[in-house]
């Protein structure tokens, strides 16, 4: 037991310990507050703590009653100012919540808990602006003051000047957890997610209890598909607040990427439930609706968005997106308002000129739909710059690498699995119909684009040719069991074969080629103004920086070309090549051939894809779940005036790419 305080000094310590007691041990804080409360009534130290371990409790009422004459009294003290609107937000008195969280912030601009509740109101009344602006404050006052001009600058979005301030910090010191938490921040914005998970994870180890750079870690996990990490770093987090918006919308992304669908809607729906007025939420549960192929409650969704943040771009484009939608002319001048606002933030511009652009191009306003879709794509490109001469010297260097003789001194190699399928080209080439048509065979399962491959690439140091050509045999063989270690947390079904559809996987033929020697690989090819221009147009969520430039695409798809027909000469037949406009064609024979390279027994399901259920989670989801059409084949022939500078990147892929 306690003994009584034997001077203010003691009196002041022992508060402090009650107090430090709040957040794991509420209710032994209560009787510590209550015994000191008792020793001196008119102090109002005692009494706060036993207000904040009442709320803690699950009692807001009796905490109300503590906190209204303590504010009365001390009509200055931030922190029962904090206190008193915490407890009136848990009663659901959110206008007098607010006006108490704003004055405590006045009164303390550095209380970032108060700012934190501020955002948190906020957020639950669907003010989106509001609520970003004060966890900005948030993360702003709990930043050392050392590093506050870096942070400062990092909340304006002035990314290049935080960048230059924290790594001449982290020169000269580091190890300081608190710098590489925040660039960690700057890399995640910036989408250098590997860069991120490094500094995170260093930040992690110095600082074990820094609960910001854990959820930032595993949201860095999330976005390189590290599905297993993330949840595993999410999980103290979701242990200590079980009910906070930002961890269960990553948990549910974090679900999605292993297949839990039918999990992730129940998060949706939980979230829904507690934050009916939320517009984010409300997207993100369309997404989940759509992946699982619930297009109508999908629509829905992104209605109730839109409803509740009429400037929300990604909605406006996740409808876009949904093919069968067409954008009323209501929907039409709504975007062109959103537009005209100075504030609006890049990411809803840019999606905003994708949407729009496709409500024009379904109205036949071919001219201006391709306007947006360039303006979206000017935004999009300056946010993340791609240099097309890279990939060119890739190229060279794999065709002088990867002979018929380097592949004959490593026969047998690697991992001998038969199980992984993996279809592979330029994005918008029909891989997702392809895809579908093996998924609908009751030997295969279907999963997504994995992006293990590179990250095993990228760790092995063998991104490019001549990292591939120094690696042992035994890397070899562990990385293609590593390849289908990772691969496993994806496969739900139990059923023999896999499909990984990652395009962007045509870099690295070679590497598949020699770590999974047995693994299948086909090559989805369209025709390439066909191809070029649909991923022009179409904003992705993630990566595929070469698609926001004509020019650009032109010459990613010749080097496409030069590396897929190298391989077919130096390893003939270890490539399916399957021509989209062939499949449209003849349909059955071209089934017929896939599954035989595959070596599956032809099954009539394949026909019927469309009639597979399965979850999609690509933007062709809801083509594939129609039969085949024609009406895509040429749609780039309404826009070729504009096509000018990717045909000339394509040179002669124009005419020989058939072959």
Request: charged share 25%; net charge negative; proline share 6%.
């Amino acid at each position: 037991m306690t003994l009584p305080p034997k001077s203010p000094a003691e009196f002041a310590a022992q508060v402090d310990a009650a107090a430090s007691l709040l957040a794991t041990q509420p209710k032994e804080a209560e009787a510590m507050a209550r015994r000191l409360a008792n020793l001196a009534p008119t102090d109002p130290r005692p009494a706060l703590v036993l207000a904040s371990a009442r709320r803690r409790q699950g009692d807001a009422e009796a905490a109300l009653n503590i906190l209204l004459p303590l504010a009365k009294a001390w009509p200055k003290a931030a922190t029962t100012r904090y206190e008193l609107g915490v407890s009136l937000a848990a009663l659901g008195r959110e206008q007098d919540a607010l006006e108490a969280l704003r004055l405590a912030v006045s009164l303390k601009p550095d209380l970032s808990e108060a700012w934190g509740a501020l955002g948190d109101l906020h957020f639950r009344r669907g003010e989106v602006e509001a609520s970003d602006a004060a966890f900005a404050q948030q993360g702003l006052w709990a930043t050392e003051p050392r590093l506050r001009p870096a942070a400062q600058a990092l909340a304006k979005g002035e990314l290049e000047r935080a960048e230059q301030m924290l790594a001449d910090f982290i020169r000269a010191k580091p190890e300081d957890a608190a710098a590489l938490h925040l660039m960690g921040d700057l890399y995640i914005r910036r989408e250098r997610f590997a860069d991120a998970e490094t500094l995170l994870s260093s930040a992690l180890a110095l600082h074990p209890e820094r609960k910001g750079a854990r959820f930032l870690l595993a949201n860095a996990y999330f976005q390189q598909h590290k599905a297993r990490e993330a949840r595993e770093t999410l999980a103290p987090l979701l242990a200590e607040a079980p009910d906070d918006a930002a961890y269960l919308n990553l948990q549910a992304a974090v679900l999605a990427l292993v297949g839990r669908d039918d999990l992730v809607i129940g998060v949706y729906e939980r979230l829904l439930e507690a934050y009916p007025s939320q517009p984010r939420i409300w997207l993100n549960a369309g997404h989940a609706l759509r992946t699982v192929g619930r297009t109508d409650d999908a629509i829905a969704a992104y209605r109730r968005c839109l409803s509740l943040a009429p400037q929300t771009g990604d909605a406006y484009w996740s409808l876009a997106n949904l093919k069968a939608v067409r954008f009323t002319p209501e929907d039409e001048a709504a975007m062109a308002v959103a537009l005209t606002r100075p504030d609006l933030a890049d990411d809803d511009r840019l999606h905003l000129h994708f949407a729009l652009g496709k409500a024009l191009e379904d109205g036949r306003q071919f001219g201006p739909a391709f306007q947006h879709y360039a303006e979206g794509a000017a935004i999009r490109r300056r946010k993340t710059p791609y240099d097309a001469n890279l990939l060119t010297a890739q190229i060279d260097a794999a065709l002088e690498t990867f002979t018929a003789e380097f592949f004959d001194q490593r026969r047998d190699l690697g991992d001998p699995s038969l199980e992984p399928i993996f279809i592979l080209g330029l994005p918008r080439s029909g891989s997702t119909l392809i895809e579908q048509i093996l998924a609908s065979h009751s030997q295969v399962e279907g999963t997504m684009e994995l992006p293990h491959i590179g990250h095993l690439a990228q760790a092995f140091g063998a991104s490019e040719p001549a990292g591939v050509a120094r690696l042992t045999a035994q890397q070899l063989t562990e990385m293609g069991q590593a390849y289908l270690q990772a691969s496993a947390d994806h496969r739900r079904l139990g059923r023999p074969y896999f499909i990984d559809k990652m395009p962007n996987n045509f870099v690295h033929l070679a590497l598949i080629r020699l770590i999974l020697p047995n693994a299948k690989i086909i090559d989805a090819r369209r025709h390439p103004l066909g191809v070029c221009f649909s991923a022009f147009k179409q904003h992705f969520a993630l990566g595929q920086n070469f698609s926001y430039d004509l020019t650009d695409l032109g010459l990613y798809y010749r080097d496409y070309l030069r590396l897929v027909r190298h391989m077919h000469a130096v390893q003939p037949g270890r490539v399916h090549t399957l021509l989209y406009e062939d499949m449209v064609e003849d349909t059955e024979a071209e089934v017929r051939r896939l599954l035989d390279y595959c070596g599956l027994a032809f099954e009539p399901s394949c026909l019927t894809f469309y009639q597979t259920e399965r979850a999609v989670r690509t933007v062709s989801s809801e083509q594939v779940r129609q039969p085949i059409y024609r009406g895509g084949l040429e749609q780039w022939r309404n826009f070729e005036p504009d096509l000018a500078p990717l045909k000339a990147a394509l040179g002669d892929a124009l005419q020989t790419w058939r072959q």
